[in-house]
């Protein structure tokens, strides 16, 4: 009786796609039997790595469709090298409080001095807190907003974006 309830049981984790869970079932049981955890406990560590590992897929799907062309973080980002830049207006920048405003940002400046490892690290940041973003170089959206409008699709174009 037991194999077949616990067969049920996977056969519903599979069903429901919680394959964290399913995959997670049997060891987590026999952890129940060494640690004496509770129903609750159980449950609650089970449904915690299904949420881990569901939101860890979103991030790297995310990562991929946002385009960046290489992965930097604004903790990596070298002040000293470009003391021109005001740390305290990037650590406020990464708060991602101007997303809650919709405010844009934009980095002006000669190549070299870090905006794009800025706008990179800005655009991580905002994905781990669950915004979806599009990485694009300026001349690049330029041409594409060109190219949609003299082919009329400006509109399908903007949606995209």
């Not at 519903?12 to 049997?26: C, I, P």
């Not at 590992?53 to 995310?62: E, H, L, P, Y």
């Not at 406020?92 to 870090?114: C, I, K, M």
Request: with cysteine; proline share 4%.
């Amino acid at each position: 009786m037991t194999m077949l309830l616990l067969e049920q049981v996977h056969q519903h984790l599979e069903r429901l796609k919680l394959m964290t869970m399913d995959a997670l079932l049997e060891p987590t049981l026999e952890r129940v039997m060494r640690e004496s955890l509770s129903p609750l406990e159980t449950i609650g560590y089970l449904v915690e790595q299904e949420w881990a590992s569901k939101n860890s897929a979103t991030i790297q799907t995310r990562m991929r469709s946002a385009g960046f062309p290489v992965k930097k973080r604004i903790e990596e980002f070298d002040f000293g090298f470009q003391p021109s830049i005001d740390q305290t207006v990037i650590r406020d920048l990464a708060t991602l409080r101007f997303v809650e405003n919709g405010e844009n940002v934009v980095f002006l400046g000669p190549p070299g001095v870090g905006k794009t490892h800025l706008a990179i690290g800005l655009g991580v940041a905002a994905i781990e807190q669950g915004v979806s973003v599009l990485f694009i170089n300026a001349s690049v959206l330029i041409e594409q907003l060109k190219e949609a409008y003299h082919t009329g699709h400006l509109d399908s174009c903007l949606k995209r974006l």
